[in-house]
C-alpha cells in the first residue's frame, strides 16, 4: 500500500519549464518502477515516462523524449518530472503511479495520485 501526491503544476508559456514532484507515504519507494502519466480534458491517459527501483534506467514516451527527465530520491520518498521546452500540447493534468514491474500501460499500475494540473500557453 502506498500514498502518492503530486505538486508543482501551473500555468507557463510555450518554451518554459516546471518541475514536477510526486511525495509518497506507505511502503518504501525503492520496492516499485514509479511513472508518470498526462490526460488532457476527453482524452485517454497516456504514458510520459517511467524509472526503474534505483534510478538506474528510464523510458521515455517520444512525444517527450530530449525535453523531460524523470528521476526519484528514494530516502525523500519523491519522484521528480523536469519539464522543459514545453509545448501547448503538453497541457494536462500529470499523474504519478507506482507498480511492481516495468510496463507503460495505465492499466498496470497499481497506485495512483490525484494528479496536478500543468497549462502550457501559446
Known amino acids: 500500500q502506498v500514498q502518492l501526491v503530486e505538486s508543482g503544476g501551473g500555468l507557463v508559456q510555450a518554451g518554459g519549464s516546471l518541475r514536477l514532484s510526486c511525495a509518497a507515504s506507505?511502503?518504501?519507494?525503492?520496492?516499485?518502477?514509479m511513472g508518470w502519466f498526462r490526460q488532457a480534458p476527453g482524452k485517454v491517459r497516456d504514458f510520459v515516462a517511467y524509472?526503474?527501483?534505483?534510478?538506474?534506467?528510464?523510458y521515455y514516451a517520444d512525444s517527450v523524449k530530449g525535453r523531460f527527465t524523470i528521476s526519484r530520491d528514494n530516502a525523500k520518498k519523491t519522484l521528480y518530472l523536469q519539464m522543459n521546452s514545453l509545448k501547448p500540447e503538453d497541457t494536462a493534468v500529470y499523474y504519478c503511479?507506482?507498480?511492481?514491474?516495468?510496463?507503460?500501460?495505465?492499466?498496470?499500475?497499481?497506485?495512483w495520485g490525484q494528479g496536478t494540473q500543468v497549462t502550457v500557453s501559446s
Open positions: 503511479a507506482a507498480t511492481r514491474v516495468f510496463t507503460t500501460k495505465v492499466d498496470e499500475y497499481d497506485y
Open positions: 506507505g511502503r518504501t519507494l525503492s520496492n516499485y518502477v
Open positions: 524509472i526503474s527501483l534505483t534510478g538506474v534506467s528510464t
